[in-house]
């Protein structure tokens, strides 16, 4: 059984997707909050950006690097989580719910094969381990 | 053998050093092709600042417009740094590419054993920082040579060169900066506060930083070290630089980020276009 949650779908550019019908909640997975170590702070596009799959929504900056941070899938951004503007802290202990980042309502449901289920997605994190 | 691009030595301004950083690094990401590096300098004395640095806190920006150093703020992260005769990398690849990955220490740690090879054919040993201390809260925080940090290099415990690093979807750019000398007095008053006043803080400074002047016998410029730390590269990685130049896209990229980014007060002011 893997150790990422269940319910969620994930990218190879370590975010994870909460499909509600139309509307996916976009956060990033405790692989890449490893990674990235001391979290500083996180800029995201606003509310009514349009987002690409495979382009970024927004950047994180921690102790190690200023990443960007990668859209699993194509829409509008319909909300933001700005309570991590203040705590950018909450994304060290919970990156699944309250370290949810923006949520989007998608331009097209195929984007969403594109993503791994949980089992792959700790493969795929293995192999990215296995070449560090 | 692996080749790699090597840019020719170039000083320029503040804003045009971060704008053909990020062009190259921007191309790197949607065009690939071999890695990229970069050796240069800066045609005036400029402070550059962090992505997300409070330019207001941590800059004496009134002392800077009167000493005539330009201020532009960095596609990386991290603290405010003063360039003036320091000799800066800067190096865009793909994490694919060997020897790279998606790990960003480990991306430190490859780049920071290729300028400790290529110092050491200049005479400086220098060592990796492992862990370092995290950034307490003194005041001279605010400059990133005042701050050792994982994986940044030290020359028998003082800083001699700090990096920073953005990740793009699949790519990097890590760029750093080599000191040539250092005054502390002038850097603790870039960061905005008076170095005459502060004695024992200009002495901790002192203590933290040191650069290639002070570890040499023999006088060393930015130009004289490019051939060092370029060696320094392809022997760790049994690579071969190949000189080249800025495609025509990397140029028209960099013209525009110039245009609209770093030369934007308001880019280089908060951080936002």
Known sequence: MSTYPDDLLYSRDHTWARVDDTVVTIGITDFAQENLGDIISVDLYTVDSAVKQGEPFGLIESSKATVELIAPVSGDIIAVNEDLFDDVGVLECDVYDAGWMIAVAIDRVDELDDLLDPDDYEEYVDQVQGRR | METWRLLSFQRLSGAENMAVDEAIFRETATRGGEP?????????????????????EDVNRAFCEERGIDIVRRPTGGKAVYHSTDLTYSLASSQHRFPFSADILGTYRVIGRCLIKGLGKAGISAELVEEGRAPGRCFEEAGCFAVPFRNELLVKGAKICGSAQVRGRDCFLQHGSVLIDFDPVISLQIMGKDGRDEEEAVRRLAGAVTCVSRETSVPVTAERLVPYLGSGFEELLNIRLLKGDLTGRERALAERLITEKYGNRRWNERGRL
């Open chain 2, 36 to 56: 990229t590096l970069r050796l240069y300098g800066w045609i005036r004395p400029t402070v550059t600042v962090g992505y997300s640095q409070d330019l207001e």
